[in-house]
Nanobody
Framework: QVQLVESGGGLVQAGGSLRLACAAS????????MAWFRQAPGKEREFVSA????????YYANSVKGRFTISRDNAENTVYLQMNSLKLEDTAVYYC????????????????WGQGTQVTVSL
């Protein structure tokens, strides 16, 4: 059982930056694909970004491409999401997820989930 704990959310002005982190509980998480999803009020949870176990494959949703960067530090069992040029529409709860397989954009492919961290972008 892999436990995921997100951190780094908060309130930021439009155009600003935040860096989210997701710490995994086990060293075996190094073999997992890690991903970020987000869910805004009244909307379904949507894919943001994913990274393969060795960082060799990375995917982004079109809405964040060029603004967000996913990375991982397997020595620290942590995955990061650097978010720049934040927009009002980036406001959501951001979830970390893990899957023992190739990166996927479907949330159904992910086995483990964190509790989420709130990101609020204001004017």
């Amino acid at each position: 059982q892999v436990q995921l704990v997100e951190s780094g959310g908060g309130l930021v002005q439009a155009g600003g930056s935040l860096r989210l982190a997701c710490a995994a509980s086990e060293r075996t998480s190094r073999a997992y694909t890690m991903a970020w999803f987000r869910q805004a009020p009244g909307k379904e949870r949507e894919f943001v970004s994913a990274i393969s176990w060795n960082g060799g494959s990375i995917y982004y949703a079109n809405s964040v491409k060029g603004r967000f960067t996913i990375s991982r530090d397997n020595a620290e069992n942590t995955v990061y999401l650097q978010m720049n040029s934040l927009k009002l529409e980036d406001t959501a709860v951001y979830y970390c997820a893990a899957s023992y397989g190739r990166p996927q954009i479907s949330r159904g492919e992910y086995t483990y989930w964190g509790q989420g961290t709130q990101v609020t972008v204001s004017l």
